[in-house]
C-alpha cells in the first residue's frame, strides 16, 4: 500500500524485515519441539540459535538465482552455522512455515483492527448520546420523510459499527489458526505435536485439517469482515457528505487553518475526508473478489493464490486501519448545526404529519383509501402552494372538518410525538447516557 494511506502501526507489522523475523520464529519454535521430541540435544539448538543470521540483501541475492523465497531465506539463515543447522525446516514444506507465520501477522493486524472499531465505536457513541433528541428531518428517496433525530441516525450507526466489530472477532478466531503437518498435510515426516507446540506458543490453534496449506475460506472470510468495515464506513462518509451539502448543510467536516478547497474557488469547503472514505472502500470491496478467487485451488494446492494475497491481505489490513482512524478524526471534527436541522425539518411546511392525520382518521372510522384520500389532497396541495402550510390546507378542507376539530387538527403537529420512543431505541442499542466514556 502506498505511504499516503498507511499509518505506521499497522505498517510495520506487514514490514518486511517484521515478516521475516516472524518466519525466523516459527523456525526456531519448531526446532524447540523437535528438541522436546529428542530429534537433537539442547547444546544443539544452543549452537544453532547462536549462529544463524538474519540478512534482508542476502536473502533477495539467493532468491535471484533461486527464485524461491524460503528457500533463499533458510540458505541466507544457515550459511555461517554447522552442521547443525540441519535440523533447521526439518519434516516442514514452505507453507508449514509460511501460513502459521501469515495467521501470527493476521492475528497481530486483527488486534490493531478491533482497537480501531472499538475507538470508532465511542467517537459515534459520543454523537448518539448528545444528539438523542436533536430533531431533524429523515429523508427517503431523498425527499423529507418523518422527523427523526440525528441521535438515531448515529445509534443506528452504533448498532451496525457494533455488528461490525464481532464480525472481525469471528474472522480473527478463524484466521487465528497454523500449520506444521507436511507436504499434503497429513504428518507424514513431522509429528503433530510440533505444530501443536509452535501453535500454543505464537497464540494460535492448530487447523483441524489442511492440505498444504490452511484453506484460504479462511483468509476470505477475513477480508471479507475488513470490506464490511469499509462499506459501512463508505454508507456512514456518504451519508454526512449529503448532509454537508450547501443546500442542506446540516453537518460540515471539519476544516483547518490553512485547509484550501479549489485551486479556483476560495469559497469551497469540501468534503474531502468523506469522500477518500468513499474511495478508498471501493478498494477493500475490490479486494475481497480476489480473496473468493483465492479459494479454489488445485488438489492439496497450486501457487496461484500465493502472488495475490502478497497483495491483498497487507493492503486490506493497511487500507482497513485507516479508514477507521480517519473516520474517528471525521467524527471527532465533525461540525453539527441543529439549528439548519430544524430549519430544514419545519421548510416542508408540516407535511411530515401527514401520517398522524391519516391515522387519526382511520380511528374515527374512515377506511384507510378514503382517509389517505382526504390527506392525500390536502398534501399536494402543500406541494404546489408554497405560501400555504399542511395545516392552513388541512384547516380548510370541509370534508376533514367532518371528522376533526381544528383543535385536534393543531394537537396532531407536535413534534415531540416523534421522540417518544428514542429511549426505546437507545437501550435495544446499548447505548447508556450515564457512560459517555
Request: some cysteine; proline content about 2%.
Amino acid at each position: 500500500m502506498i505511504e499516503r494511506y498507511s499509518r505506521h502501526q499497522m505498517s510495520k507489522i506487514w514490514d518486511e524485515e517484521h515478516r521475516v523475523q516472524v518466519w525466523l520464529k516459527v523456525e526456531m519454535l519448531a526446532l524447540e519441539a523437535w528438541v522436546k521430541l529428542g530429534l537433537l540435544t539442547k547444546d544443539e539448538y544452543k549452537k544453532i540459535t547462536d549462529q544463524v543470521t538474519l540478512s534482508l540483501d542476502r536473502m533477495k541475492a539467493i532468491e535471484s538465482i533461486t527464485r524461491h523465497d524460503v528457500i533463499a531465506f533458510l540458505s541466507s539463515l544457515t550459511e555461517k552455522c554447522g552442521l547443525e543447522s540441519r535440523f533447521i525446516h526439518f519434516g516442514m514444506t514452505s507453507s508449514d512455515m509460511l501460513d502459521t507465520a501469515q495467521a501470527f501477522l493476521m492475528k497481530e493486524a486483527a488486534d490493531l483492527l478491533l482497537e480501531d472499531c472499538r475507538k470508532a465505536l465511542q467517537s459515534i457513541k459520543q454523537k448518539a448520546i448528545k444528539y438523542r433528541s436533536t430533531l431533524m428531518v429523515g429523508r427517503t428517496h431523498g425527499i423529507h420523510a418523518e422527523p427523526t433525530t440525528f441521535g438515531l441516525k448515529m445509534a443506528m450507526w452504533y448498532a451496525e459499527m457494533r455488528r461490525n466489530y464481532h464480525r472481525l472477532i469471528e474472522a480473527r478466531e478463524n484466521i487465528r489458526v497454523g500449520k506444521i503437518s507436511g507436504a499434503v498435510g497429513n504428518y507424514a515426516n513431522i509429528p503433530p505435536l510440533v505444530e501443536q507446540y509452535v501453535c500454543e506458543k505464537l497464540g494460535l490453534k492448530p487447523a483441524e485439517v489442511s492440505t498444504q496449506i490452511i484453506q484460504r475460506d479462511r483468509y476470505a472470510e477475513f477480508v471479507w469482515a475488513m470490506a464490511m468495515i469499509g462499506t459501512s464506513l463508505e454508507k456512514f462518509a456518504l451519508e454526512l457528505r449529503s448532509l454537508q451539502r450547501t443546500e442542506i448543510r446540516e453537518v460540515e467536516e471539519g476544516f483547518s487553518s490553512g485547509q484550501k478547497g479549489s485551486s479556483a474557488m476560495p469559497h469551497k469547503k469540501n468534503p474531502i475526508t468523506g469522500e477518500q472514505i468513499c474511495g478508498l472502500s471501493r478498494v477493500l470491496r475490490g479486494n475481497l473478489v480476489v480473496a473468493m478467487e483465492n479459494i479454489p485451488l488445485w488438489h492439496e494446492r497450486d501457487i496461484s493464490h500465493s502472488s495475490a494475497e502478497r497483495i491483498i491481505i497487507p493492503d486490506c489490513c493497511i487500507l482497513c486501519d485507516y479508514l477507521l482512524i480517519t473516520f474517528c478524526r471525521l467524527m471527532d471534527n465533525l461540525r453539527i448545526f441543529p439549528e439548519n436541522m430544524q430549519k430544514n425539518l419545519e421548510s416542508n411546511r408540516g407535511l411530515v404529519f401527514s401520517e398522524r392525520i391519516l391515522l387519526e382518521l382511520i380511528k374515527r372510522g374512515l377506511s384507510r383509501e378514503d382517509a389517505y384520500k382526504i390527506v392525500q389532497s390536502s398534501a399536494l396541495t402543500t406541494w404546489e402552494d408554497p405560501n400555504t402550510s399542511f395545516q392552513d390546507v388541512l384547516l380548510q378542507d370541509d370534508e376533514l372538518k367532518k371528522y376533526l376539530s381544528k383543535e385536534e387538527i393543531k394537537k396532531l403537529f407536535d413534534y415531540q410525538h416523534f421522540l417518544h420512543s428514542v429511549d426505546y431505541i437507545f437501550e435495544n442499542t446499548g447505548l447508556n447516557e450515564e457512560d459517555q466514556g
